[in-house]
């Protein structure tokens, strides 16, 4: 199973070190660090701007204690993801880029327009609805316990756990 070592919301603010309070608007981001996925969260009153290289940012609030809130998912967090995973050779990232493609066809922001064969690999071709960009994503075939863990880890990276 796949291990991506990314955390959750660190309810710490990066600038400032200041503990994040339970409802208080925050301001994430998603870099790529030597090949690691890396999180980094901020108070909105110290957000220096997303770093050059960002993967991708977005805004939300510290969860409250105990409290499970369905969560706000943003397409173009998602599609901004994808992009970024497009050239990658990692099989892990391979999977991960695979499950969000996955999630923006559940979420019906990417239309499934063919499956092909291809080096006895599957390869989904999809549609972007909003920019009609066209995708293929290789299928890495995962079993459902990897797809499961895969999944979680997409929801843990952005949040949404």
């Known amino acids: 199973m796949t291990n991506y070592q990314i955390h959750g919301p660190a309810r710490v603010c990066a600038a400032t070190g200041r503990e994040l309070r339970p409802g208080e608007a925050v301001l994430s981001v998603l870099t790529d660090d030597g090949g ?52 990658t050779a990692d099989p892990a990232r391979q999977k991960f880029r695979y499950v969000v493609a996955l999630l923006l066809m559940r979420r019906k922001r990417f239309k499934f327009e063919d499956s092909r064969k291809r080096d006895d690999r599957e390869t989904l071709v999809v549609r972007d609805a909003k920019s009609g960009r066209r995708f293929e994503v290789d299928d890495p075939q995962l079993t459902e316990p990897e797809m499961d863990a895969v999944r979680d880890e997409v929801f843990r990276v952005l949040g949404w756990e």
């Open 36 to 87: 690691q996925f890396v999180r980094t969260d901020y108070s909105a009153d110290a957000w220096p701007g997303p770093p050059a290289g960002a993967i991708a940012w977005w805004a939300g609030r510290i969860p409250e204690a105990g409290r499970a809130g369905k969560p706000t998912i943003n397409d173009d967090l998602l599609v901004d993801c994808f992009e970024h995973l497009a050239d």
